[in-house]
């Protein structure tokens, strides 16, 4: 018998079973790549992440999908250092650094007037490629009208560390018709074809965000819909900065809103800076404990 206690929190959200949910394992460093794939898979979640040693940062995040491992995972790092920050097992730390597949990365931690935990990301320098797939073929994988995506604004492939397909939509009562079948993807996407595909719009629900969006999941990673994405939020500052406002100096805030077609509403707020003509892109955000749960290993 080999138990492994999973701790389950929502990140982008203040109450429980909004957002998106992530699995947390606070000591991973004994268990098989195996072992950290079957858990993933088991939990069911888009990530489950998993507390490792390191010798150049603080500790290491290593975050799996039921289907494979991935190199960042936004909502699971909110997640996750909020679990460590109110369970005092990083005292009181305000700055903190994190070794992932794509570097270390530093991670801020604040507290609101109510004394609720803030975690700030630091992302990776953000990326661009066009897309040269069929807009056509792309607008039936999302099981909308091409004249649906938005014309004005390119459709990208962008990465803040990992990399999306991002998709101008013209109008947000699109977003609830939406019915993607993600086994089409990685024919549409022939460049990136192991990548997700991140429709959003300008037009939100709430009057206090600035964006919406969806997020379908590649096939590979078991899952179909990611209720609120971190990265992607992330990289979708960037593309506002890039292609709609086209500003080269100072920084800006947005609050990007997500989840609502599937009732895990959640907010991100990403800030973007200039930095030596790229951008510096950051998120924030909170979460909420909802459960732990004990799996054996020993049972598959």
């Not at 950290?36 to 390191?54: D, H, M, P, W, Y």
């Not at 790092?77 to 903190?96: D, P, R």
């Amino acid at each position: 018998m080999k138990l492994v206690q999973v701790y389950h929190y929502d990140a982008f959200s203040n109450e429980p079973n909004k957002g998106n949910p992530a699995g947390i394992v606070l000591d991973a460093n004994n268990l098989t790549d195996a072992q950290l794939q079957n858990i993933a898979s088991r939990v069911g979640f888009n990530e489950t992440a998993f507390i490792c040693k390191s010798a150049k940062a603080d500790f290491k995040i290593r975050y799996f999908t039921p289907g494979h491992e991935m190199d960042l995972c936004g909502h699971a790092t909110i997640a996750t250092i909020y679990a460590l920050t109110t369970k005092g097992l990083i005292a009181n730390k305000t700055e903190i650094t994190i070794d992932t597949n794509i570097g270390v990365l530093p991670i801020s931690i604040s507290k609101s007037p109510s004394g609720e935990a803030y975690i700030t990301m630091q992302h990776a320098p953000p990326q661009f490629e066009a897309f040269l797939g069929s807009k056509k073929d792309l607008a039936q994988s999302l099981g909308i009208a091409e004249n649906d995506i938005d014309d004005e604004f390119p459709i990208v492939y962008g990465s803040t560390g990992v990399w999306t397909l991002l998709v101008p939509i013209k109008y947000i009562d699109i977003f609830k018709n939406m019915k993607p079948n993600n086994q089409l993807f990685p024919s549409i996407l022939r460049q990136k074809p192991k990548v997700s595909v991140h429709p959003f719009c300008f037009e939100t629900y709430s009057p206090n965000t600035d964006m919406h969006a969806r997020h379908f999941s590649s096939p590979f990673s078991g899952t179909i819909e990611d209720p609120v994405t971190g990265t992607a939020s992330g990289v979708m500052g960037a593309y506002f900065a890039k292609y709609i406002e086209h500003f080269d100096r100072g920084s800006q805030k947005f609050v990007i809103e997500q989840g609502q077609e599937i009732n895990k509403d959640g907010k991100v707020i990403v800030e973007i800076a200039t930095n030596d003509n790229n951008f510096d892109v950051k998120i924030t955000g909170s979460a909420v404990y909802v459960k732990d749960f004990t799996l054996d290993l020993a049972n598959n």
